[in-house]
């Protein structure tokens, strides 16, 4: 406020002294005036009491000349006439209160004397004491009106808009760059405002830019780091996986044998038979160390590597009757749900099983009451992730993907876990039930067919896994 109070003191000092100047030049001008019409006065009155004296001088003499101009009584005491001899007018003092005025009179060609007229000032005075008191009190009245009328239009234009220029400066300042700055006048400080505005603006747009590259920055330093760490482990991996396998091919040969042998006692044929069952789960956890530490994209050419037209119903109904037992024992029920005319994505069948597979396993895992696993297939318009292959867009201006939803019914994902779900080796799962590789291996195969998988989940209302698979080869690279 402190610019509006100057502004507001300068125009009333301004003004004031406006006034006053005019004042003074119209006093001035007033009293010459004044003074002027007094002297055109004295000056028609002189020469016709000249002219009059002259004649009567002339016809009656002196005494009844100088009589008659003695005789004479102005109408206002501030007027006097007054008869002086003499060739020469005498020098005499000019009273700064009256306005004196000699008059020569001349009979018969022969200078007689003068007819003096003199007048008091008094009224001149009083004249410009009560112009002079008027003009101040005008002066007072105006230089307080404007004084009032500029201190309301200086705070609603010029001091409310500077605070709260001042505020969004200092806002601005301390990191709070929300809230743009609305001044409905259209001067220099509304453009001001608008520049500010425009200035947060991009101070937000860096500001986010900046937060995005540092976090971006941090994940690929932590994702060099995590891929350095599972690059050791896959080596590791692999090297127990060769070890590992000619034993367990061994001791499931031989259990294989002892569970096949009739002579055998039905205790240790049951024996044998969990024997194999154990062993062929050690060789797909085996399997699986293998596929991750071979990386994606460097397996073997073969069928694994083969994608043709899949239909995703016949995958999907082959899933369920796999997983059905291990769903009884669950109390759930495996729903396949999928529209007519599905369409057929270019992918390897076998792969996508095992995605499949391994999706509604752990959504039967995460079961903890009775319910349903559901199984849906459908088809979706939608961009993808800004790291997936750019789509090949339809007809209809948005690409086109084969879905599959897999979504149970338990107790659902914590929101601090979601995003490491995909990494190897990690599980929530209770100990013997897995090994941290399934959802990396899918997600590993999702990717390598052009498409991503997406995860919803709310805690004790289930979680929903979905599967983008692109329907043109020409997606795939």
């Given at each position: 406020?402190?610019?509006?109070?100057?502004?507001?003191?300068?125009?009333v000092?301004?003004?004031?002294?406006?006034?006053?100047?005019?004042?003074?030049?119209?006093?001035?001008?007033?009293?010459?005036?004044?003074?002027?019409?007094?002297?055109?006065?004295?000056?028609?009155?002189?020469?016709?009491?000249?002219?009059?004296?002259?004649?009567?001088?002339?016809?009656?003499?002196?005494?009844?000349?100088?009589?008659?101009?003695?005789?004479?009584?102005?109408?206002?005491q501030?007027?006097r006439?007054?008869?002086?001899?003499?060739?020469?007018?005498?020098?005499?003092?000019?009273?700064?209160?009256?306005?004196?005025?000699?008059?020569?009179?001349?009979?018969?060609?022969?200078?007689?004397?003068?007819?003096?007229?003199?007048?008091?000032?008094?009224?001149?005075?009083?004249?410009?004491?009560?112009?002079l008191?008027?003009?101040?009190?005008?002066?007072?009245?105006?230089?307080?009106?404007?004084?009032?009328?500029?201190?309301?239009?200086?705070?609603?234009?010029?001091?409310?808009?500077?605070?709260?220029?001042?505020d969004?400066?200092?806002?601005?300042?301390?990191?709070?760059i929300?809230?743009?700055?609305?001044?409905?006048?259209?001067?220099?400080?509304?453009?001001?405002?608008?520049?500010?505005?425009?200035m947060c603006?991009?101070?937000?747009?860096?500001?986010?830019?900046?937060?995005?590259?540092?976090?971006?920055?941090?994940?690929?330093?932590?994702?060099?780091?995590?891929?350095?760490?599972?690059?050791?482990?896959?080596?590791?991996?692999?090297?127990?996986?060769?070890?590992?396998?000619?034993?367990?091919g061994?001791?499931?040969?031989?259990?294989?044998?002892?569970?096949?042998?009739?002579?055998?006692?039905?205790?240790?044929?049951?024996?044998?038979?969990?024997?194999?069952?154990?062993?062929?789960?050690?060789?797909?956890?085996?399997?699986?160390?293998?596929?991750?530490?071979?990386?994606?994209?460097?397996?073997?050419?073969?069928?694994?590597?083969?994608?043709?037209?899949?239909?995703?119903?016949?995958?999907?109904?082959?899933?369920?009757?796999?997983?059905?037992?291990?769903?009884?024992?669950?109390?759930?029920?495996?729903?396949?749900?999928?529209?007519?005319?599905?369409p057929?994505?270019?992918?390897?069948?076998?792969?996508?099983?095992?995605?499949?597979?391994?999706?509604?396993?752990?959504?039967?895992?995460?079961?903890?009451?009775?319910?349903?696993?559901?199984?849906?297939l459908?088809?979706?318009?939608?961009?993808?992730?800004?790291?997936?292959?750019?789509?090949?867009?339809?007809?209809?201006?948005?690409?086109?993907?084969a879905?599959?939803?897999?979504?149970?019914?338990?107790?659902?994902?914590?929101?601090?876990i979601?995003?490491?779900?995909?990494?190897?080796?990690?599980?929530?799962?209770?100990?013997?039930?897995?090994?941290?590789?399934?959802?990396?291996?899918?997600?590993?195969?999702?990717?390598?067919?052009?498409?991503?998988?997406?995860?919803?989940?709310?805690?004790?209302?289930?979680?929903?896994?979905?599967?983008?698979?692109?329907?043109?080869?020409?997606?795939l690279?």
């Amino acid at each position: 406020m402190k610019l509006a109070r100057k502004l507001i003191l300068s125009m009333v000092i301004g003004l004031t002294v406006l006034l006053s100047a005019n004042t003074y030049y119209i006093m001035r001008r007033e009293l010459g005036l004044f003074d002027q019409d007094m002297e055109q006065d004295h000056a028609v009155l002189g020469q016709v009491l000249g002219n009059a004296v002259a004649t009567l001088w002339a016809t009656h003499g002196r005494e009844q000349a100088i009589k008659v101009v003695a005789s004479i009584r102005p109408p206002s005491q501030m007027l006097r006439v007054q008869w002086l001899d003499g060739d020469l007018l005498q020098p005499h003092v000019q009273m700064q209160d009256f306005l004196h005025t000699d008059t020569p009179v001349s009979v018969g060609g022969v200078h007689r004397g003068f007819i003096e007229i003199s007048e008091s000032r008094q009224f001149e005075r009083t004249y410009a004491r009560s112009t002079l008191i008027r003009s101040i009190i005008l002066t007072l009245i105006a230089a307080a009106g404007a004084g009032a009328l500029s201190t309301f239009l200086g705070i609603w234009l010029v001091g409310k808009p500077i605070d709260k220029l001042v505020d969004k400066a200092r806002r601005t300042g301390s990191g709070d760059i929300g809230n743009p700055l609305v001044l409905p006048q259209r001067d220099e400080l509304g453009v001001l405002a608008t520049e500010m505005n425009a200035m947060c603006l991009r101070l937000a747009e860096t500001r986010y830019a900046l937060n995005a590259e540092t976090e971006e920055r941090l994940r690929a330093v932590d994702q060099l780091r995590h891929a350095d760490r599972l690059a050791t482990v896959g080596k590791l991996a692999s090297g127990i996986a060769h070890e590992l396998g000619t034993p367990l091919g061994v001791a499931l040969m031989r259990a294989n044998m002892i569970a096949s042998n009739e002579t055998s006692s039905r205790d240790a044929r049951e024996a044998a038979r969990i024997i194999g069952e154990q062993i062929d789960r050690i060789t797909h956890i085996v399997r699986q160390l293998l596929d991750f530490a071979r990386g994606r994209g460097t397996s073997a050419p073969g069928p694994q590597q083969r994608r043709e037209p899949t239909n995703l119903l016949v995958l999907a109904q082959r899933s369920a009757a796999m997983l059905q037992p291990l769903a009884v024992k669950r109390q759930l029920l495996i729903e396949v749900v999928h529209k007519e005319g599905l369409p057929e994505p270019p992918a390897n069948a076998e792969q996508i099983q095992q995605v499949l597979v391994n999706l509604a396993v752990n959504a039967i895992h995460a079961s903890e009451r009775p319910g349903k696993v559901t199984i849906a297939l459908g088809i979706a318009e939608t961009l993808p992730p800004a790291d997936v292959t750019p789509p090949v867009f339809g007809e209809r201006g948005q690409p086109q993907y084969a879905v599959i939803s897999v979504k149970d019914e338990g107790v659902g994902i914590a929101p601090e876990i979601l995003p490491r779900i995909f990494e190897p080796f990690f599980t929530t799962k209770h100990v013997g039930e897995g090994t941290g590789l399934g959802l990396s291996v899918a997600y590993g195969i999702v990717r390598e067919h052009g498409g991503w998988i997406e995860v919803t989940s709310e805690r004790n209302r289930g979680s929903c896994f979905s599967v983008y698979l692109p329907l043109d080869f020409a997606e795939l690279v």
